[in-house]
């Protein structure tokens, strides 16, 4: 009976230990749901082999359902080539755009980790497969899935490691993992304006610091930033910098993709262009746009000729571009008929660089760059004021006459000044008629009384009673010391001013005035007649010129920063006191608050002078910008203070 007993309730324990597993097993279903959070969820959603060492979501599916994803683990140039022959054999063709890019991203994974240019080529043209711009619209991929920019991407990156830096952009052929590619490039389109690009720099790699915003042009292809080569005899007066780089789009284009790179001879065509001639290319009736990091070329191109000691340098050595090795008024692109010249004039001991935000702001804007072009200026800021004037205005007409005058280009007669802290002074020197003001404010004896060689009596002529260049139409001040700088009275500053070696010609000049009149000597010292002198409140020169108007046919305005939130009468941008900067005499002023005296790369300032600028567009076009863009209400809306002037309102 014992017996018995302890026999059920083993079976008792035994059926109650399979149902126990039975409930176990039931409970972990072979199907489940997560909950992720919603930046998990579009990592999980956006996974792919551009971020990290796997491969996207759907590449899983195309391998799992060719029965190849243990195959990758162990042997991917076999699970690779198994799904090239599956894709010819034409197995899942309903799918052919998923295969096309897991083909695309499995051969950049295999790339990056046996770093072969090769592969990384035939990921470019599986990219390309997939993207099929010359295939008829139903065969194209959605271009709302998430795959389509980052095929894109693939082609991008995959050709950047395949071309190399400098990157190849002549006629090549290429022995690829399963067979030859025959690529054909047109030597056309290496000529950028006359010039020969070269030295084509991938800049998919590049990170920029030191601009506000980066600009790009999404598309198709690599960008890159290529440098034109300088043609011998070339003016050495005004032409583009021999290190401005050029945005180019390097683009790979084959016929018949899906079927071409699922053979083994490839054949198409290596096509460069510049951001400027072309901003798209057509595939029989579809557009493709091209990929552009116009920012990143700037950059480059600043990183790699400005040297940011020379701000010092030309300031202390008067005599620094007297040598003729150094631009002094160089252009961003070469000029194209029709654009207007901007010329931008830098403060003391600056430079061209310091223009840089808003020059990458304004070009960012289609308009901008159809109707305008930028011209810098440079000069030893440390000489004497009316000098530096002279060179900008010579610069500006030896430029205008090689570019064939205004006859040539009436654009060329519509020439804006935008001048920062002294180059505002400079600017205002191109735009008055100051008869003989300027020289009576500042020597005794009429200049005819003064017995000075021919060519001493002209250079002062041209220097004291300058008169307006009638190109210039335009004038924009910003943060200029129109009545001078208190800081120049600092005795720091007159020191600095003594250390200052000025050009031969204006020793020449200065000699020349003591020896015919002895009682000039203490006015015409050399640190008196140097800049930073010049621009102190005492000086006779700052006195003599803030007395003397802008020409009524010349448009003016003002940006004037100030560090605070205060009343103007006693706000300061810690250079500059508002009431130095402040004139009547311009057509509008805007302040900036919270702004210092370097106030170039302020969003309120370059909003400002893309407002003027727009409004010279339509002055001089038929072309109108968008309605209600850039008026004053806007610029008030993000930190403008507009004040009344004594001209008309624009």
């Known amino acids: 009976m014992c017996r018995m007993t302890r026999k059920r309730q083993e079976r008792l324990r035994q059926t109650m230990s399979g149902l126990a597993v039975l409930m176990a097993l039931s409970a972990c279903s072979p199907i489940s749901v997560h909950r992720l959070s919603l930046v998990d969820a579009y990592r999980e959603r956006t996974?792919?082999?551009?971020?990290?060492?796997?491969?996207?979501?759907?590449?899983?599916?195309?391998?799992?359902?060719?029965?190849?994803?243990?195959?990758?683990?162990?042997?991917?140039?076999?699970?690779?080539?198994?799904?090239?022959?599956?894709?010819?054999?034409?197995?899942?063709?309903?799918?052919?755009?998923?295969?096309?890019?897991?083909?695309?991203?499995?051969?950049?994974?295999?790339?990056?980790?046996?770093?072969?240019?090769?592969?990384?080529?035939?990921?470019?043209?599986?990219?390309?497969?997939?993207?099929?711009?010359?295939?008829?619209?139903?065969?194209?991929?959605?271009?709302?899935?998430?795959?389509?920019?980052?095929?894109?991407?693939?082609?991008?990156?995959?050709?950047?490691?395949?071309?190399?830096?400098p990157a190849r952009v002549n006629s090549q052929v290429w022995t690829l993992p399963v067979g030859r590619l025959e690529l054909q490039a047109n030597p056309d389109d290496l000529n950028w304006h006359g010039h020969t690009l070269t030295d084509f720099r991938p800049t998919a790699r590049f990170e920029v610091s030191g601009l506000n915003n980066i600009y790009s042009t999404s598309g198709l292809g690599e960008p890159l930033a290529a440098i034109p080569r300088m043609n011998p005899g070339e003016t050495h007066s005004f032409q583009i910098s021999d290190k401005m780089r050029v945005p180019v789009s390097l683009f790979i284009e084959l016929d018949h993709s899906r079927e071409q790179v699922l053979s083994d001879h490839m054949s198409g065509r290596l096509i460069l262009t510049a951001n400027d001639n072309a901003t798209e290319r057509r595939e029989d009736s579809h557009q493709v746009a091209l990929q552009y990091d116009p920012?990143?070329?700037?950059?480059?191109?600043?990183?790699?000729?400005?040297?940011?000691?020379?701000?010092?340098?030309?300031?202390?050595?008067?005599?620094?571009?007297?040598?003729?090795?150094?631009?002094?008024?160089?252009?961003?692109?070469?000029?194209?008929?029709?654009?207007?010249?901007?010329?931008?004039?830098?403060?003391?001991?600056?430079?061209?660089?310091?223009?840089?935000?808003?020059?990458?702001?304004?070009?960012?804007?289609?308009?901008?760059?159809?109707?305008?072009e930028f011209w810098v200026f440079s000069y030893g800021t440390g000489n004497p004021i009316p000098y530096s004037a002279i060179q900008l205005r010579q610069s500006l007409q030896e430029a205008i006459h090689n570019l064939g005058g205004v006859q040539a280009d009436p654009a060329l007669g519509h020439i804006t000044l935008i001048g920062h802290s002294?180059?505002?002074?400079?600017?205002?020197?191109?735009?008055?008629?100051?008869?003989?003001?300027?020289?009576?404010?500042?020597?005794?004896?009429?200049?005819?009384?003064?017995?000075?060689?021919?060519?001493?009596?002209?250079?002062?002529?041209?220097?004291?009673?300058?008169?307006?260049?009638?190109?210039?139409?335009?004038?924009?001040?910003?943060?200029?010391?129109?009545?001078?700088?208190?800081?120049?009275?600092?005795?720091?500053?007159?020191?600095?001013?003594?250390?200052?070696?000025?050009?031969?010609?204006?020793?020449?000049?200065?000699?020349?005035?003591i020896q015919a009149d002895d009682a000039l000597r203490l006015d015409m010292s050399p640190w008196r007649v140097a800049s930073v002198y010049g621009m102190s409140p005492q000086s006779s020169f700052i006195q003599s010129l803030s007395a003397i108007e802008v020409a009524p046919e010349v448009e003016a305005h003002s940006i004037i920063p100030v560090t605070g939130n205060g009343p103007s009468s006693t706000a300061s941008d810690g250079v500059v006191d508002y009431e130095s900067a402040h004139v009547p005499y311009v057509n509008s002023e805007l302040v900036v608050k919270h702004s210092e005296h370097s106030t170039q790369s302020n969003p309120v300032t370059i909003a400002e002078v893309r407002r003027i600028l727009f409004q010279q567009i339509l002055e001089t076009s038929s072309d109108a910008p968008p309605s209600g863009d850039m008026t004053k209400k806007n610029i008030v809306r993000i930190g403008g203070e507009y004040v009344s002037t004594g001209r008309s309102w624009k």
């Open 47 to 165: 996974r792919s082999a551009l971020e990290a060492d796997h491969f996207s979501a759907s590449t899983h599916t195309v391998l799992q359902r060719q029965n190849l994803l243990s195959v990758w683990k162990k042997q991917p140039e076999q699970a690779l080539a198994s799904l090239r022959t599956a894709t010819q054999a034409g197995f899942y063709t309903s799918d052919l755009s998923s295969q096309m890019f897991a083909l695309a991203e499995l051969s950049y994974l295999l790339a990056r980790r046996r770093h072969d240019p090769a592969q990384f080529m035939m990921a470019a043209l599986y990219a390309y497969a997939y993207l099929s711009p010359d295939a008829p619209e139903g065969e194209r991929p959605n271009p709302y899935d998430v795959h389509f920019r980052q095929a894109c991407d693939l082609y991008m990156l995959a050709l950047t490691e395949a071309l190399g830096s």
């Open 295 to 372: 920012t990143t070329a700037r950059a480059i191109s600043l990183s790699e000729s400005v040297d940011w000691s020379a701000e010092y340098a030309s300031f202390l050595n008067g005599r620094y571009f007297d040598d003729h090795k150094r631009l002094q008024l160089a252009a961003i692109e070469p000029h194209k008929k029709g654009r207007m010249p901007v010329v931008l004039v830098y403060g003391t001991a600056s430079s061209a660089g310091r223009w840089a935000n808003m020059v990458n702001d304004l070009l960012a804007d289609p308009e901008i760059r159809k109707h305008f």
């Open 422 to 513: 002294q180059g505002g002074l400079l600017s205002k020197m191109l735009v008055i008629n100051a008869e003989n003001h300027l020289w009576d404010g500042m020597v005794s004896v009429p200049l005819d009384h003064l017995n000075l060689a021919p060519e001493t009596r002209s250079l002062l002529k041209e220097a004291l009673f300058p008169s307006v260049m009638p190109e210039v139409k335009t004038v924009v001040f910003i943060s200029t010391p129109q009545h001078g700088s208190y800081l120049a009275t600092l005795s720091v500053s007159r020191f600095l001013g003594r250390m200052i070696t000025l050009p031969f010609t204006v020793t020449h000049v200065l000699n020349q005035l």
